[in-house]
T-cell receptor
Framework: DAGVTQSPTHLIKTRGQQVTLRCSPKSGHDTVSWYQQALGQGPQFIFQ???????QRGNFPDRFSGHQFPNYSSELNVNALLLGDSALYLC????????????FGPGTRLTVT | AQSVAQPEDQVNVAEGNPLTVKCTYSVSGNPYLFWYVQYPNRGLQFLLKYITGDNLVKGSYGFEAEFNKSQTSFHLKKPSALVSDSALYFC??????????FGKGTRLHILP
């Protein structure tokens, strides 16, 4: 049983560009959450998707948007990239919402130059 | 404001000795607390959680955590450290609206 998978592993973009990151949840999981982990920091919650809708959102600007597909996979889009967007982006899936442990993917390392 | 704090950036422990990684929280209502571990180039792995019930919670890989309401703490412990326990550990608080707030992490070094 595959766990949470993310693609690509690494990505280098230029300021002002747009990027799309992808996540496939663990089998049987229908909820996907996205986190940004800056170097030396803990993950910060970006948003959560359930039933193809954004349920909750952290303190991130509208440049960060997402989507969930009928097969529960998800995308994170970031527009007008800034240098400060350089980070490890983690996807986590869970069986439903609420107080359940989340299973994390290995992350996508985004570098903005 | 609701927050989770890990006061130590790094903890060094000799192999075979007991280890403690500290976490304190600030939250209104009943806290739901988690510990995760992160190995290099890998995502976070769930260790244990406290929701309600016994203050001592047992988790994966021999880890346990003690919830102390009066001290607002949720310290991670293990009776005998292994070199393979060396990793980055995160404490997290689960709040209303399903948002999780992570501490900044504590790097644990187990010395052979």
């Amino acid at each position: 049983d595959a766990g949470v998978t993310q693609s690509p592993t690494h990505l280098i973009k230029t300021r002002g560009q747009q990027v799309t990151l992808r996540c496939s949840p663990k089998s049987g999981h229908d909820t996907v959450s996205w986190y940004q982990q800056a170097l030396g920091q803990g993950p910060q919650f970006i948003f959560q998707y359930y039933e193809e809708e954004e349920r909750q959102r952290g303190n991130f600007p509208d440049r960060f948007s997402g989507h969930q597909f009928p097969n529960y996979s998800s995308e994170l889009n970031v527009n007008a990239l800034l240098l400060g967007d350089s980070a490890l982006y983690l996807c986590a899936s869970s069986p439903g919402t609420g107080i359940v442990e989340q299973y994390f993917g290995p992350g996508t390392r985004l570098t903005v130059t | 404001a609701q927050s989770v704090a890990q006061p130590e950036d790094q903890v060094n422990v000799a192999e075979g000795n007991p280890l403690t990684v500290k976490c304190t929280y600030s939250v209104s209502g009943n806290p739901y607390l988690f510990w995760y571990v992160q190995y290099p180039n890998r995502g976070l792995q769930f260790l244990l959680k406290y929701i309600t019930g016994d203050n001592l919670v047992k988790g994966s890989y021999g880890f346990e955590a003690e919830f102390n309401k009066s001290q607002t703490s949720f310290h991670l412990k293990k009776p005998s450290a292994l070199v393979s326990d060396s990793a980055l550990y995160f404490c997290a608080g689960f709040y209303r609206d399903d948002k999780i707030i992570f501490g900044k992490g504590t790097r644990l070094h187990i010395l052979p």
